[in-house]
C-alpha cells in the first residue's frame, strides 16, 4: 500500500539552529501538507502547499517556518531558528484531491530543541 | 475559531464491549468528516470518513452523522484490547479551506 514517508524519524537540535524536514508524499497525490503536534496536544495544520505554492497557512507558520517542493518527490519543511517550543512531532501528509478527501499521513518527525 | 470537540476520556470497556467515541463541531458549514486512530507517538490513521447523515459502517466501525445537531459519533463493536488508542475526530471547516481541524481526541482503553 502507498505510504508518505518522512525522514528523520527523531532529530535533536540546538536552539537556534536550522532544520530541514523530508518528506515523500504518495506517488500520485497532488496536495501536500504539514501538521504538527506538541507532546500531549492536538494535531495543528500547518501549512497546505499545491502546484508548487502555499495554498493556506496557519498563524503558526509564520517567517520561521517554509516548504519547497525542490524535486518531483519530495517536499521540504524548513525551521530557522529553532526555539524550544518548536518541539514536536512534524507529520507530512498528501491527498489526491482538497477539500475533504482523505488525507494519509506520514510516521512523523520528532523535532526535540535543546 | 472553529472547533472540534471531544471528551478527553479515557472510555474505558471490557474486550467485546461496544465503544461510543463521540464529537462535535461549531462549524455548520462543514460537509464532510474524519475518524481517525492513533496509536501513541504514532501517525493518524484514518478509520472512516462520513459525507452524509445517517449511519456508516465499515466493518466493526460504524460513524453517525447528525448535521442538524452539528455531532459526528463513531462506535466499535467487539472492542479488542488492540483497540486500545487515541480517536481523533477532524473536520474540515467551511469556505473552500483544505486543511483539517482536529479534535483533541478520546483516549479508548479496551481491557481484557
Request: with cysteine.
Amino acid at each position: 500500500e502507498p505510504e508518505v514517508t518522512q525522514t528523520p524519524s527523531h532529530q535533536v537540535t540546538q536552539m537556534g539552529q536550522e532544520v530541514i524536514l523530508r518528506c515523500v508524499p504518495i506517488s500520485n497525490h497532488l496536495y501536500f501538507y504539514w501538521y504538527r503536534q506538541i507532546l500531549g496536544q492536538k494535531v495543528e495544520f500547518l501549512v497546505s502547499f499545491y502546484n508548487n505554492e502555499i495554498s493556506e497557512k496557519s498563524e503558526i507558520f509564520d517567517d520561521q517556518f517554509s516548504v519547497e517542493r525542490p524535486d518531483g518527490s519530495n517536499f521540504t519543511l524548513k525551521i530557522r531558528s529553532t526555539k524550544l517550543e518548536d518541539s514536536a512531532m512534524y507529520f507530512c501528509a498528501s491527498s489526491e484531491a482538497p477539500l475533504g478527501n482523505t488525507i494519509y499521513f506520514g510516521e512523523g518527525s520528532w523535532l526535540t530543541v535543546v | 475559531q472553529k472547533e472540534v470537540e471531544q471528551n478527553s476520556g479515557p472510555l474505558s470497556v471490557p474486550e467485546g464491549a461496544i465503544a461510543s467515541l463521540n464529537c462535535t463541531y461549531s462549524d455548520r458549514g462543514s460537509q464532510s468528516f474524519f475518524w481517525y486512530r492513533q496509536y501513541s507517538g504514532k501517525s493518524p490513521e484514518l478509520i472512516m470518513s462520513i459525507y452524509s447523515n445517517g449511519d456508516k459502517e465499515d466493518g466493526r466501525f460504524t460513524a453517525q452523522l447528525n448535521k442538524a445537531s452539528q455531532y459526528v459519533s463513531l462506535l466499535i463493536r467487539d472492542s479488542q484490547p488492540s483497540d486500545s488508542a487515541t480517536y481523533l475526530c477532524a473536520v474540515p471547516p467551511s469556505g473552500g479551506y483544505n486543511k483539517l481541524i482536529f479534535g483533541a481526541g478520546t483516549r479508548l482503553a479496551v481491557h481484557p
